[in-house]
Every structure is written in C-alpha cells, then in structure tokens.
C-alpha cells in the first residue's frame, strides 16, 4: 500500500495565506508536510500565529535554501520523506471539501491532475514518475510559471509511459478561462479565484518576473 501525504509549498512571506491554507486542512487524517521556500529567511517572519500553529499541530516542514517554488517542493519531499505519493497544493489554495484527498488518493498507482494541463501544480503525484525525472531547478517566477505548464508536459508523459495511461483529469473544466470564476481583493492582492465545489485558488491579477528564464531543461531518466 502506498504511503500518502499532502504537501503544501509556501514561503516565508506568504504565511498568511499558509495559515488560512492550513485551517482549511483541518480533520483531514492525510499527514501533511509544509515545505518552506526562502526558509533561511524565517527569522524575519512576524506572523508568530503561523508558527505556533506549526507547531501546537505538530506538523513536519521542510526547509528550502533559497526559493525554488513549487518544484523545489517536490524535489525536497522527495530527498526528505519516504512517502510514494503527493497532492501538492499551493498556500494560495483553500480547501472547501476535504472529500478531494480522498477523491485524489483512490487512484492508488496512478497520477491524478485536478485540472487540465496540472494548472497550479495541484494534482497527485508519484515519486516513482518524479525518480525518472531529472527535475528542473526553478529560479524565478518566470520560471515557474513556464515549469507550470511544461513540467505538467513531461511529467504527464512520463506518466503516460510507465501507468500504460493518461493521467486521470478530475475536472476538465477547471481552469483561468472558467466563466465562473470571479475576483476579488485578499490580504491586499487583487486576485482571479477559481472557485469549485472543493478547492478555492486565489492567483495574482498582476505579476512581475525577476530576471531571466534560468531554469534547467527536465530529461527524463528512463
């Protein structure tokens, strides 16, 4: 049987959304890991509400030197955990029905996206498909957004190779374009949600990449 687990990506600037993030996830039986970007840089968080509730739950984390985003997450969780299969989850999400782990972990063996394409990076994934992968290290948020989609790429054809199957979409509808969507102002950041009966996510409305496109090419190990 596999062993399972939920692993939410933050950095040490963005607790709040973290700490909302994490209330959410409460009462689910999953064990949940907090990987922290920038970790290096904790001293300077002040949202001491965050880090007691870190630890009054008793709720493993793992440091990250430097921010290497999401994949950084899962590059981590697999050098740090023993666990076989993730559902990551970004600290700008919040989970409406924990009924989605569930949903998620059935497919015990298999890679399941919620969305299309891995929107968000939010999907379950395995470490027997991420072993396969040279994984890219992400440098900037230009890079992480061209990771969000191309990772997803490879990752799905990785996945497609060693499953003897596409990984499983739970909601094909899900995405930026959804004419459900709606907008809103949070913690003072102007953001699309795209809302579902399970998960809330908040995205930006406005970016600013810092620097170049740095990230490494992904090879596939075989």
Known sequence: MSKQAILVVTHYST????????????????????????AEKCDAILDMAFLRYLTDKQIETIPIEGNRWEIGGLTAALICTSYDEFILIQDTLEIRDSNIFDLLFAHEGYSVAFGPGWLCYLGKYRRDILNRLMLPVVLTKLDAFYQEVHFGQYYNMVAADIEKREPIVLFPQWGNDNPANTYETHFGRENIVLDNPYVIKRKSLSWAPVGPFNSTILHYKG
């Open 15 to 38: 607790t709040q959304y973290c700490l909302d993030l994490l209330h959410s996830l409460e009462g689910v039986d999953y064990p949940i890991i907090v990987a922290i970007n920038e």
